[in-house]
């Protein structure tokens, strides 16, 4: 496919550098059209040099090929990133000054902005009614990311990850034109990990999880254009990039960070891995083995359950639109009943809407790349299997919370 990447003058310029290559290497021809602004960022050179292509921002360069008719009406799609807010005033405003902004106008294909700008900026009126304008004419405005900007200062005003701008281009050239991120404008709280319960200053009870599930599952949610805070118990992958991270250590902590997260998440999905006791006593020195007395016991005391507890005051806050909440169960069947019975059992006891199944073995599982799941609904629908990579996995988790979200059907 043929792209346009517009590339406007912010200091996120850099980053699309990597968008580019995304483009690239998924076989499409990309020719680059920076702003005038944006060559003190990047230089033109650096787009010549990856896209392959010549690039020019001058409706007088190559004049005999008409560029700033021809490369918006050949382009299958124009991405504009990081789109400043003078880019989108401009392109709100129909303005033709240079060669991005005919393409603009000439653009016969979808056309994806990924706006970087400060807060301040974002939230203004002005900049408010140019993207009104922009997306009732048909373009996709993705949200801009969360988190720290170019000062000391942090809010929404981040360019979204690359990899978040390739997913939604890459589904526009696919989609209809009314293209909207199916999490777009939605914050979710997903906790991830294993916590680990401290018996003294250096011994712990732990699990194995490894946080590959809850990792994949944030990226997959930040892809789908949400902010996502990640509550971060032990996990042996780092956090990804582009969501706002909580590290947390023991159930008790993560209980606090869940409660203060969740109370303005649209959706929270549990995948951390809870430990369901704590030693009743925590050593305040190391726990020495020692000849004249006896060994020690532990005795151990039961841990909140967060996630009965996200439920409760979730039904319990009168006029709160519904929050979506995701439990995880890992099971085994046995004499009792199977896997899927166990399960079904425990999403009527939490009380959650949706749970994800896992099917646990030794060798399965924790620390794997691939997993197998059954997503159940408590409203009853057909359970859902989904399986593959762990990115794979997420991605059809994440597409179900965002057809749940998405839907106008109450959830029983
Ligand atoms: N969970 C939680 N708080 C706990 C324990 C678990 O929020 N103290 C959450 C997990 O994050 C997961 C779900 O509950 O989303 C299911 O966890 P699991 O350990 O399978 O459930 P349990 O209620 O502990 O059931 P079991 O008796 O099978 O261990």
């Known amino acids: ?101 005919n393409t603009l106008l000439m653009a016969h294909g979808p056309v994806l902005f990924a706006p970087a ?36 200062d942090s809010g929404p005003g981040r360019l979204p990850e690359p990899e978040a701008i390739f997913d939604a281009a890459m589904a526009l050239l696919q989609g209809p034109s009314d293209f909207q991120l199916p999490l777009a404008g939605r914050t979710v709280t997903i906790s991830a990990g294993g916590t680990r319960e401290p018996l003294d200053p250096v011994r712990f009870l732990g699990n194995r999880s490894s946080g590959k599930q809850g990792v994949a599952l944030a990226v997959a949610a930040r892809n789908a254009g949400a902010s996502v805070r990640l509550l971060a118990a032990h996990m042996e992958v780092p956090p990804p990039a582009g969501v706002d991270v909580v590290q947390v250590e023991t159930a008790l902590q993560l209980r606090k960070a869940a409660l203060a997260a969740a109370a303005d998440s649209d959706a929270v999905i549990m995948s951390a891995a809870v430990a369901d006791f704590r030693p009743a006593e ?4 190391k726990i020495k083995k020692r000849d004249d007395t006896a060994d020690p016991v532990i005795t151990l005391v039961r841990n909140p359950d967060i996630l009965q507890e996200l439920v409760e005051l979730r039904n319990g806050t009168a006029g709160q639109k519904q929050q979506l909440i995701v439990g995880f169960a890992a099971e085994t069947g046995d004499s009792d009943g199977g896997v899927l019975a166990h399960a079904q059992a425990k999403l009527q006891r939490k009380g959650c809407d949706l749970l994800v199944v896992n099917h646990v073995g030794t060798d399965k599982v924790f620390g794997q790349d691939t997993n197998s799941v059954v997503i159940l609904a408590r409203a009853g629908s057909e359970p859902q299997e989904a399986s593959g990579t762990k990115t794979e996995v997420s991605a059809a988790i994440i597409s179900r919370i965002g057809y749940e979200l998405n839907s106008v059907s109450p959830r029983a």
């Open 1 to 101: 496919m043929r792209i346009v990447l517009g590339v406007g003058g912010g200091i996120a310029a850099y980053k699309v550098a990597s968008l580019l290559r995304l483009f690239t290497e998924a076989g499409h021809n990309v020719t680059v059209i920076p702003t005038e602004a944006s060559t003190r960022f990047v230089g033109t050179a650096t787009w010549e040099a990856l896209s392959g292509n010549p690039v020019s921002n001058s409706v007088f360069d190559d004049v005999h090929q008409v560029n700033h008719v021809r490369l918006g009406h050949e382009a299958d799609l124009v991405v504009i990133a990081p789109a400043t807010a003078d880019l989108l005033a401009k392109a709100a405003t129909g303005q033709a000054g240079d060669l991005l902004t």
């Open 282 to 285: 925590v050593s305040d020195t």
């Open 117 to 152: 700008m400060h807060t301040e900026m974002w939230q203004h009126a002005a900049t408010r009614a140019n993207v009104e304008t922009l997306r009732s004419r048909g373009a996709a405005v993705l949200e801009p990311a969360t988190g720290r900007l170019t000062g000391a």
